[in-house]
């Protein structure tokens, strides 16, 4: 099992960047797939970008591409998703997720395909 902590969300304005940052506790960081999601108010929660087990493959959404990043450090059990030109409409609450599915080049897009979920962290982007 593994345990997922976000960080790195808050207040923005538009134009700017932020790098969110999930953190695993836990054995076998790099046996999951990892995956971003976001879910703004009155909205169900939907993927945003995947990274394969030893990050030498990702897969965003194509609404985010050009904007957003995933990378992971599995040396630091951490995933990463960058985010710049942010967008009042990116405003929500980011969520990530690992995946014990599939073979090491898995990306996961949908819900899901995910096993475990950490709390979110809030990104708010201003105009």
């Known amino acids: 099992q593994v345990q997922l902590v976000e960080s790195g969300g808050g207040l923005v304005q538009a134009g700017g960047s932020l790098r969110l940052s999930c953190t695993a506790s836990g054995r076998g960081f790099s046996s999951y797939a990892m995956g971003w999601f976001r879910q703004a108010p009155g909205k169900e929660r939907e993927f945003e970008a995947a990274v394969n087990r030893n990050g030498d493959s990702t897969h965003v959404r194509d609404s985010v591409k050009g904007r957003f990043t995933i990378s992971r450090d599995n040396a630091k059990n951490t995933v990463y998703l960058q985010m710049n030109s942010l967008k009042p409409e990116d405003t929500a609450v980011y969520y990530c997720?690992?995946?014990?599915?599939?073979?090491?080049?898995?990306?996961?897009?949908?819900?899901?395909?995910?096993?475990?979920w950490g709390q979110g962290t809030q990104v708010t982007v201003s105009t």
């Open positions: 997720a690992a995946s014990a599915k599939g073979s090491y080049s898995f990306l996961g897009v949908r819900r899901d395909e995910y096993d475990y």
